[in-house]
């Protein structure tokens, strides 16, 4: 592998959403974004609920994370998260409905986890509109 490069790999438990060598790549971690170039340092960080993005020949490609984890070593980052969906493949208008939904159900929530997990399913339909909107 060319060390001007990153072998990049983004994984659910059903499938390889993305495999190919990329030039950079970019996520949101727990505590803040970080962006990866080829030969950075061994890295690890859990990832919150949002996108990530990787660049390939000056070309960005989208993804919606819904969390997990990433790990760099040798030029090689790997995503494993549950859930994770390529900016071009997003059903907008679904996600759009989604998130007027959490929307209407935090507004109704009668319980704290009633409210958690709206919350939660607002935060994985603006992840799904963010990495659509980017492409």
């Known amino acids: 592998?060319?060390?001007?490069?990153?072998?990049?790999?983004?994984?659910?438990?059903?499938?390889?959403v993305f495999e190919d060598d990329?030039?950079?790549?970019?996520?949101?971690?727990?505590?803040?974004?970080?962006?990866?170039?080829?030969n950075?340092?061994?890295?690890?960080?859990?990832?919150?609920?949002?996108t990530?993005?990787?660049?390939?020949?000056?070309e960005e490609i989208y993804f919606s994370i819904i969390g997990g984890a990433f790990q760099f070593k040798n030029n090689e980052a790997i995503i494993l998260t549950e859930v994770a969906e390529c900016g071009n493949n997003i059903d907008t208008?679904?996600?759009?409905?989604?998130k007027e939904r959490a929307?209407?159900?935090i507004m109704t929530a009668e319980t704290q986890r009633d409210l958690k997990l709206a919350n939660e399913a607002l935060q994985?339909?603006?992840?799904?509109?963010?990495a659509a909107s980017k492409q």
């Open 1 to 16: 592998m060319a060390d001007k490069t990153i072998h990049f790999k983004l994984i659910t438990p059903e499938k390889i």
């Open 22 to 38: 990329v030039d950079a790549v970019y996520a949101m971690g727990q505590k803040g974004s970080f962006g990866i170039l080829p």
């Open 40 to 50: 950075h340092i061994p890295f690890m960080s859990s990832l919150a609920v949002d």
């Open 52 to 58: 990530a993005k990787v660049v390939k020949n000056n």
């Open 93 to 98: 208008t679904r996600a759009k409905l989604a």
């Open 103 to 105: 929307e209407a159900k």
């Open 124 to 130: 994985r339909a603006m992840a799904r509109l963010k």
